[in-house]
C-alpha cells in the first residue's frame, strides 16, 4: 500500500500564478517530510523540507505546509516558473528511522509561459 | 566530483545476465543510498551504507541483488540472474550524515536498467 500519496500525476499552470502541489500520508509515524523536484535523465534534487514539529517552512518561491491532523501537506510555488516543470516527489521519514525515505509517485508540474 | 557519479548511465541485459553498476558518492559523505525507481512510480528504497558498512539491506527485493561499498567511497550494486521486473532506474544518492537534522540526500542520475 502506497503510503505517501500524490494524487495528482499532473498540474499544469500559467507563468506567474501560484503552483500547489499536494501530497496525503497514511503513517502516523511519519514525522519528517520533504519535496524533491526532477528534471528528466536527472536525479531528484532536494527542494524544501519540514518537521512535524511546525505547520509552515518557507524558502523564497517555495513554501510547505503541513496540517498534521489531515495527515496533508502541500507545496506552493509563487509566482511559478517555466523553469519550474519538472516531477515534483513528496517524501517521508519515519520517526523510528532517521535515513529510509519513502517517496509518493510524484506529480509533473508544467508552467507554461 | 561535483555530484554523485553513476556509471553506467544505460545498461542492456539479456534475461539471466549479471549487471554490476557503479555509484561514486560526493567525497566526504558518510551515507550511501541505493534506489530503485520504476516506470510511473517513485524511488523506493533498496539500501544504505555508513561507510564501509551495510546498515540496512532490507530493501533488496531478492537474494539475486547485493551492495558492497568495501573501503566506503564507490559502491556497487550487482544484480544476479536478471529478470525483467529488475528495468528500472538504480538511483544512487549520499549524504554527510543522518539524523534529525536532516542532511539532504544527493541523487546521480540514475542508471537506467532494461531487461530484455
Known amino acids: 500500500d502506497q503510503q505517501v500519496k500524490q494524487n495528482s500525476p499532473s498540474l499544469s499552470v500559467q507563468e506567474g500564478r501560484i503552483s500547489i502541489l499536494n501530497c496525503d500520508y497514511t503513517?502516523?509515524?511519519?514525522?519528517?517530510f520533504l519535496w524533491y523536484k526532477k528534471y528528466p535523465a536527472e536525479g531528484p534534487t532536494f527542494l524544501i523540507s519540514i518537521s512535524s514539529i511546525k505547520d509552515k517552512n518557507e524558502d523564497g518561491r517555495f513554501t510547505v505546509f503541513l496540517n498534521k491532523s489531515a495527515k496533508h501537506l502541500s507545496l506552493h510555488i509563487v509566482p511559478s516558473q517555466p523553469g519550474d516543470s519538472a516531477v515534483y516527489f513528496c517524501?517521508?521519514?519515519?520517526?523510528?528511522?532517521?535515513?529510509?525515505?519513502?517517496f509518493g509517485k510524484g506529480t509533473l508540474l508544467t508552467v507554461n509561459p | 566530483g561535483a555530484g554523485v557519479s553513476q556509471s553506467p548511465r544505460y545498461k542492456v541485459a539479456k534475461r539471466g545476465q549479471d549487471v554490476a553498476l557503479r555509484c561514486d558518492p560526493i567525497?566526504?559523505?558518510?551515507?550511501l543510498f541505493w534506489y530503485q525507481q520504476a516506470l510511473g512510480q517513485g524511488p523506493e528504497f533498496l539500501t544504505y551504507f555508513q561507510n564501509e558498512a551495510q546498515l540496512d539491506k532490507s530493501g533488496l527485493p531478492s537474494d539475486r541483488f547485493f551492495a558492497e561499498r568495501p573501503e566506503g567511497s564507490v559502491s556497487t550494486l550487482k544484480i544476479q540472474r536478471t529478470q525483467q521486473e529488475d528495468s528500472a532506474v538504480y538511483l544512487c544518492a549520499s549524504s554527510l550524515r543522518t539524523g534529525r537534522n536532516h542532511s539532504p540526500l544527493h541523487f546521480g542520475n540514475g542508471t537506467r536498467l532494461t531487461v530484455t
Open positions: 517524501a517521508a521519514l519515519s520517526g523510528g528511522s532517521n535515513y529510509k525515505l519513502t
Open positions: 503513517n502516523s509515524m511519519f514525522d519528517y
Open positions: 567525497s566526504g559523505h558518510v551515507s
